[in-house]
């Protein structure tokens, strides 16, 4: 008797993650039936709340608003973490056929029908009024600067379509949060902070177009427009610009806001540093590298907030 020849069965939809979803997440001990709703929600890539928090933080130290108001913080991280929740959830209704089309997104939970669009709409529903929950604890202008952001997430999903350089638009979403921690501590928006916002944008093109690389293949097959495709060859120099920018722009946001403390630009030069470093440690062919530099923005986002608080403390 012939003994079966051994066959991997492909995981259910329900069991996938994304390649660049973070390794032995909290997710994977989730009930199977939740796990597409929090794949969906990112829960299993921390990094992109993270990247949306840091700015929000910056706005706070850089205005002044430690120690007395630190609990802006703690609202702003939860705020972070929903509406960049929020913010996916959105993009993968639009972009359900092009993640199909994508190997690194097909296994998504839209794109591969783990989760049906009438239940992604539910949860989209349900995130943003968690996020509308924090919103009404600031200010009355940071609520209103803060809603200024929804015309930006909701064009976002459309720019890869329309533009070379959707990364750019991307850093115009993602850094609002810096423009709401100033207003909401100091009730106004003073030439530091959009300085501050400036440079946000300019880090951010820097670290997407990294994290584009990863797609930058497929992208090509699909029509999907990058600046990791745009730039090419100068990749590794564009982000080096887009890098030096950023410092060049947080520096004076620091003399902006303290005049007084010329000193505190010191407390830059750790996040320059490692923003060289990884400039240093870029190559454009290597795809696991790039997730790598990419979320180590997070440690960026950490220094930068530091200098801030040096700064406007």
Same mark, same amino acid.
């Given at each position: 008797?012939?003994?079966?020849?051994?066959?991997?069965?492909?995981?259910?939809?329900?069991?996938?993650?994304?390649?660049?979803?973070?390794?032995?997440?909290?997710?994977?001990?989730?009930?199977?039936?939740?796990?597409?709703?929090?794949?969906?929600?990112?829960?299993?890539?921390?990094?992109?709340?993270?990247?949306?928090?840091?700015?929000?933080?910056?706005?706070?130290?850089?205005?002044?608003?430690?120690?007395?108001?630190?609990?802006?913080?703690?609202?702003?991280?939860?705020?972070?973490?929903?509406?960049?929740?929020?913010?996916?959830?959105?993009?993968?209704?639009?972009?359900?056929?092009?993640?199909?089309?994508?190997?690194?997104?097909?296994?998504?939970?839209?794109?591969?029908?783990?989760?049906?669009?009438?239940?992604?709409?539910?949860?989209?529903?349900?995130?943003?009024?968690?996020? @509308?929950?924090?919103? *009404?604890? +600031?200010?009355?202008?940071?609520?209103?600067? !803060? $809603?200024? =952001? /929804? #015309?930006?997430? &909701?064009?976002?999903?459309?720019?890869?379509?329309?533009?070379?350089?959707?990364?750019?638009?991307?850093?115009?979403?993602?850094?609002?949060?810096?423009?709401?921690?100033?207003?909401?501590?100091?009730?106004?928006?003073?030439?530091?902070?959009?300085?501050?916002?400036?440079?946000?944008?300019?880090?951010?093109?820097?670290?997407?177009?990294?994290?584009?690389?990863?797609?930058?293949?497929?992208?090509?097959?699909?029509?999907?427009?990058?600046?990791?495709?745009?730039?090419?060859?100068?990749?590794?120099?564009?982000?080096?610009?887009?890098?030096?920018?950023?410092?060049?722009? @947080?520096?004076?946001? *620091?003399? +902006?806001?303290?005049?007084?403390?010329?000193? !505190? $630009?010191? =407390? /830059? #030069?750790?996040? &320059?540093?490692?923003?060289?470093?990884?400039?240093?440690?870029?190559?454009?062919?290597?795809?696991?590298?790039?997730?790598?530099?990419?979320?180590?923005?997070?440690?960026?986002?950490?220094?930068?907030?530091?200098?801030?608080?040096?700064?406007?403390?």
């Amino acid at each position: 008797m012939e003994t079966p020849p051994l066959t991997t069965q492909e995981p259910a939809p329900a069991d996938r993650a994304t390649p660049d979803a973070v390794a032995g997440s909290w997710v994977e001990a989730l009930p199977r039936s939740w796990k597409p709703y929090a794949r969906l929600a990112r829960a299993d890539r921390p990094i992109g709340a993270w990247l949306l928090f840091w700015p929000c933080a910056w706005g706070v130290a850089l205005a002044g608003g430690f120690p007395q108001q630190a609990y802006l913080v703690l609202l702003f991280l939860i705020g972070a973490f929903v509406m960049r929740s929020a913010g996916c959830v959105y993009n993968d209704i639009v972009d359900r056929d092009l993640d199909a089309s994508v190997a690194r997104t097909r296994d998504r939970p839209l794109a591969s029908g783990a989760v049906s669009l009438k239940a992604a709409w539910a949860l989209l529903v349900g995130l943003s009024l968690i996020g @509308l929950v924090v919103l *009404l604890r +600031l200010g009355g202008f940071a609520q209103v600067v !803060a $809603l200024g =952001a /929804l #015309l930006l997430v &909701a064009g976002y999903p459309f720019m890869k379509r329309i533009t070379w350089w959707p990364q750019a638009w991307l850093g115009l979403t993602f850094n609002w949060g810096a423009l709401v921690g100033f207003a909401a501590v100091s009730g106004g928006l003073p030439p530091a902070a959009l300085v501050l916002y400036a440079a946000g944008l300019f880090w951010t093109l820097g670290y997407d177009t990294i994290y584009a690389l990863q797609d930058i293949e497929d992208d090509a097959l699909a029509g999907i427009k990058s600046s990791a495709r745009r730039l090419g060859g100068n990749l590794r120099a564009g982000v080096a610009i887009f890098y030096v920018i950023t410092v060049a722009l @947080l520096a004076a946001a *620091l003399l +902006l806001a303290a005049p007084q403390r010329p000193l !505190a $630009l010191a =407390a /830059l #030069l750790p996040a &320059a540093l490692h923003l060289a470093w990884q400039v240093r440690a870029l190559r454009s062919a290597d795809t696991p590298g790039a997730l790598r530099l990419f979320r180590a923005n997070t440690v960026t986002g950490a220094l930068v907030f530091a200098a801030c608080l040096a700064a406007g403390f």
